[in-house]
């Protein structure tokens, strides 16, 4: 099929390029131009807004039609489809990335990475290797598969504010995922799922989580919070890159750190966005020979030393941006003059000394060698903040008919601990339950192992191993097996 350009109805808004996989859209005098490397994909067919893409039924002459998933891309000589994965080579697709064979003990005996697909499901997978460890007989079979039914959990070691949970995440105005629930010192997306993968902006959802899954940086909204993150490094939340991830909330932190704070200040407020701890009178402060000072934090009281925090964009993920602020009033009948109190976050990042003045007011003053020391003993106790994520998905399809002929025995034995299922070589936690859920740290796959296909779908690179006699057991595919040794002999 060939893609054609209605030039009346092209206003040259550029989507359909920015949207191409292979670059193959040229915008010149507000026109689109189809290029040689054009698959006919058909993606430019459907987010173009007026209409002006279209594709007829005339083969492209010279094209090989590829069959690794429903998309059919016809991919001309010496260029590579929509996937990335095959390219035309002298009128043969092969695949472009040799089989990636290097293991670790323990896992798999080859990976799928350069693997190739059994799509349709109705072939075997498309390696089935074996090999004799520890003196049994084992099996890997491999397959790259496409999968609707997953999504990437990102998981920003940060306090700082980036959206309340359900908000939705966007990238280039498309919404791609949410703001999942917070967890302890992070902050969470999830991104993907068949839903938005299927819905009208599913091409920009499946890129999104291949690159983040092959650690490329990505730049995302939610709401008015800019966030900028890439997989191993920090990430920077509204042009702020963040360094620390929290040692704990505010109140843990104060009982970590109770003997020291009272060695040097009279009350210490640890600013947190969930809890707000106060030394003087929390139960640390107590079993270290405190009562309350009298210092009020400007938080909602929750228990005995604890406080809620709001949201927002300054120090310790609250909306405290001026440290004088999170002193809410001082009770004189309890306080003293010239007392020292410490207003600092769960990182130890920032940090100011106040001293109470005669009339209840608190007047800041320079820190003290001895209180920066107790600042920095919170500090150099932080883990240093980073961007991690967990690929997740659902092999069904051909991901299991590509090992035998009863995907059901297939799922049984993942389940059941007699066959290890891995993602490029990485192991995963199997989701309890139906079917076969997986989670995979995507820091731990072969690199760069991810892709996509414009049903939209993500494609992983997913491995099955087990004993032979397992394998014949399921009613694996026995005649499409080769020896381990004959299938690295063939990429070398």
């Known amino acids: 099929m060939v893609v054609v350009i209605d030039i009346e109805l092209c206003k040259g808004c550029g989507v359909c390029s920015k949207e191409c996989p292979n670059k193959a859209i ?293 909306n405290i941006e001026n440290p004088k602020n999170a002193i809410k009033s001082v009770d004189m009948s309890r306080a003293k003059q010239s007392m020292k109190v410490l207003v600092t976050e769960t990182t130890g990042t920032m940090s100011a000394l106040f001293e109470v003045q005669i009339d209840g007011s608190v007047l800041e003053i320079p820190m003290s060698n001895e209180v920066k020391k107790a600042v920095d003993a919170i500090h150099d106790t932080c883990e240093d903040a980073r961007v991690s994520a967990l690929y997740v998905g659902g092999t069904g399809g051909s991901a299991r008919a590509g090992v035998a002929v009863n995907p059901l025995k297939v799922t049984q034995a993942v389940h059941n601990g007699d066959a290890l299922l891995t993602i490029g070589g990485a192991k995963v936690y199997v989701l309890p339950g139906g079917g076969i859920n997986f989670m995979v740290d995507v820091e731990k796959v072969v690199p760069k192992a991810f892709t996509w296909v414009p049903t939209p779908a993500t494609v992983a690179p997913v491995e099955y191993t087990m004993t032979l006699e397992k394998y014949r057991e399921i009613g694996g595919h026995i005649q499409a097996i080769q020896k381990l040794s004959q299938i690295v002999s063939q990429i070398d």
């Open 26 to 318: 040229l915008i010149k005098d507000k026109i689109a131009y189809i290029q040689d490397s054009c698959t006919s994909c058909g993606i430019c067919t459907r987010v173009c807004l007026f209409s002006a893409a279209t594709m007829n039924s005339e083969i492209k002459e010279g094209a090989v039609k590829c069959a690794s998933c429903p998309v059919q891309c016809e991919i001309l000589e010496g260029y590579t489809g929509a996937c990335q994965r095959y390219r035309n080579d002298a009128g043969q697709l092969i695949r472009n990335r040799k089989l990636v064979t290097d293991v670790t003990t323990g896992g798999p005996l080859i990976t799928a990475v350069g693997a190739g697909t059994a799509y349709p499901c109705c072939r075997p997978a498309p390696y089935i290797a074996q090999d004799t460890v520890d003196g049994v007989e084992m099996v890997t079979v491999v397959t790259e598969a496409p999968l609707s039914y997953s999504g990437i959990k990102v998981k920003i070691d940060t306090n700082l504010f980036v959206g309340e949970e359900g908000t939705k995440v966007k990238r280039n105005g498309k919404v791609i995922g949410m703001v999942d629930t917070e967890e302890y010192g992070s902050k969470m997306l999830s991104i993907g799922g068949a839903n938005l993968l299927t819905g009208k902006d599913g091409f920009i959802v499946a890129r999104t989580i291949v690159e983040i899954a092959n650690k490329e940086r990505v730049t995302l909204k939610v709401d008015n919070n800019t966030l900028e993150l890439q997989v191993g490094y920090a990430p920077i939340i509204n042009g702020v890159e963040d360094t620390k991830m929290r040692v704990g909330c505010g109140s843990a932190t104060i009982g970590m750190f109770a003997t020291m704070l009272q060695e040097v200040v009279d009350e210490a407020i640890i600013l947190d966005h969930h809890v707000v701890g106060l030394l003087s009178e929390h139960m640390a402060g107590g079993a270290v020979g405190m009562s309350w000072s009298g210092v009020i934090p400007n938080a909602r009281r929750s228990t005995r030393g604890r406080y809620f925090g709001e949201h927002g964009q300054g120090w310790g993920g609250t």
